[in-house]
């Protein structure tokens, strides 16, 4: 199974703060990664997929790069309401598998 | 709008089964993959299963810690997806969701996920 590790596993941040977070596969998934946005209780969202395509709706402050192994979302002006949980997915192989996720806290 | 509605979950006993339904509405259902997914109280998502559409014979793909006792299904006629589940283990307790997979660039992703049912294993 291609093992995804995100770090950092959470973050403390302020208002108006560029965040930036990562995911390692454990093996080349060329660009098929998609992040995830998740706040308490509710189901995750759809951020970004194919590793930098932006989900239709979704604020262009949110932006995604990497290839291979190695991706990044970005939130370049964090808000009070980005405070979540954020997933990456690979589903370049089965089976799927996220990544353990980070925390953000304002 | 895209709609995913799942029903189906409750409390059951280790070795019980359960049946989840997901219905969908707002797109059409017969041209998608779809997908559950779960995530178990305090921990990140996990891939459950996946069924293909009609253009690939309905196949199916399962995370391993399920494979041979849960199985997925559809009927595109009431654009409706199922989770059989049995032989259930304390284990598999978590809120299950239904999510669209999306197609894009022949590789398929979530972008719809449903609201989710709680399925609870203990006796």
């Known amino acids: 199974d291609i093992q995804m590790t995100q770090s950092p596993s959470s973050l403390s941040a302020s208002v108006g703060d560029r965040v930036t977070i990562t995911c390692r596969a454990s093996?080349?998934?060329?660009?098929?990664l998609a992040w995830f946005q998740q706040k308490p209780g509710k189901a995750p969202k759809s951020l970004i997929k194919?590793?930098?395509n932006l989900q239709s709706g979704v604020p262009s402050k949110f932006s995604g790069s990497g290839s291979g192994t190695d991706f990044t979302l970005t939130i370049s002006s964090l808000q009070p309401e980005d405070f979540a949980t954020y997933y990456c997915?690979?589903?370049?192989?089965?089976?799927?598998?996220f990544g353990g996720g980070t925390r953000v806290e304002i | 709008e895209v709609q995913l509605l799942e029903s189906g979950g409750g409390l059951v006993q280790p070795g019980g089964s359960l049946r989840l339904s997901c219905a969908a509405s707002?797109?059409?259902?017969?041209?998608?993959?779809m997908d559950w997914v779960r995530q178990a109280p305090g921990k990140g998502p996990e891939w459950v299963a996946r069924?293909?559409?009609?253009?690939?014979?309905?196949?199916?793909e399962y995370a391993a810690s399920v494979k041979g006792r849960f199985s997925i299904s559809r009927d595109d006629s009431e654009n409706s997806l199922y989770l059989q589940m049995n032989s259930l283990k304390t284990e598999d307790t978590a809120v299950y969701y239904c999510?669209?997979?999306?197609?894009?660039?022949?590789?398929?992703?979530?972008?719809?996920w449903g609201r989710g049912t709680l399925v609870t294993v203990s006796s």
């Open positions: 999510a669209r997979g999306e197609n894009w660039g022949g590789y398929r992703y979530f972008d719809f």
């Open positions: 707002g797109f059409i259902f017969s041209d998608h993959y």
């Open positions: 069924i293909r559409d009609r253009s690939k014979s309905y196949s199916t």
């Open positions: 093996q080349g998934i060329r660009n098929h």
């Open positions: 194919a590793a930098s």
């Open positions: 997915l690979q589903y370049d192989t089965y089976p799927l598998t």
